[in-house]
């Protein structure tokens, strides 16, 4: 099986083309690898890398307004193939689209981006647009 780690330039420029329609969410999903894969051999466990990852571009996700709007512990898929599971799970709020554009391309997060690309197995990258909460399903 080959993980998604990096969205493809078509992916990525689809997300470009959304309209601007105020704060987005951005849904995580991440599953480690056992044992990071560093191009330069350095060894580091998928864990390590993911949170050297956080250390490094959590001052550009905050410069641009990025914040953590929800994390959880994943414990059982209900719905869905049984053997997905995920290490790390939590949803990224940014004040825009443009805000996100802003964190990737920055040279410093792009630096940064060494580890994520090390630590990650498989993960789902997923962008919302919030909703307010209602009192049941469909609201």
Same mark, same amino acid.
């Not at 969410?25 to 060894?43: C, K, S, T």
């Not at 990852?53 to 719905?79: C, H, K, N, Q, T």
């Not at 053997?83 to 964190?103: I, K, L, N, Q, T």
């Given at each position: 099986?080959? $993980? /998604? ?8 420029? @689809? ?6 329609? $105020? ?12 044992? #990071? @894969?560093?191009?330069? =051999?350095?060894?580091?466990?998928? #864990?390590? @890398?993911? *949170? ?11 410069? !641009? =307004? ?17 053997? +997905? /599971? ?15 554009? +802003?964190? !990737?391309?920055?040279?410093?997060? %792009?630096?940064? !981006?060494?580890?994520? %690309? *090390? ?9 919302? #647009?919030?909703?307010?909460?209602? @009192? $049941?399903? =469909?609201?």
């Amino acid at each position: 099986m080959t $993980g /998604h780690v990096d969205p493809t330039r078509e992916r990525f420029g @689809a997300f470009r083309r959304l309209p601007e329609e $105020g704060p987005i969410h951005m849904l995580n999903l991440i599953r480690f690898r056992d044992v #990071a @894969a560093y191009p330069d =051999g350095r060894e580091a466990t998928g #864990a390590e @890398a993911y *949170a050297a990852y956080g250390r490094e571009s959590g001052p550009i996700f905050r410069r !641009v =307004g990025g914040r953590i709007a929800w994390s959880g512990d994943f414990r059982l898929v209900l719905i869905g193939p049984e053997e +997905e /599971h995920w290490d790390r799970c939590f949803v990224a709020e940014y004040p825009s689209g443009a805000a996100f554009v +802003e964190m !990737v391309k920055d040279p410093e997060y %792009q630096k940064a !981006v060494v580890h994520r %690309q *090390a630590a990650v197995l498989d993960s789902r990258l997923v962008r919302l #647009a919030p909703r307010s909460p209602g @009192a $049941g399903f =469909g609201e």
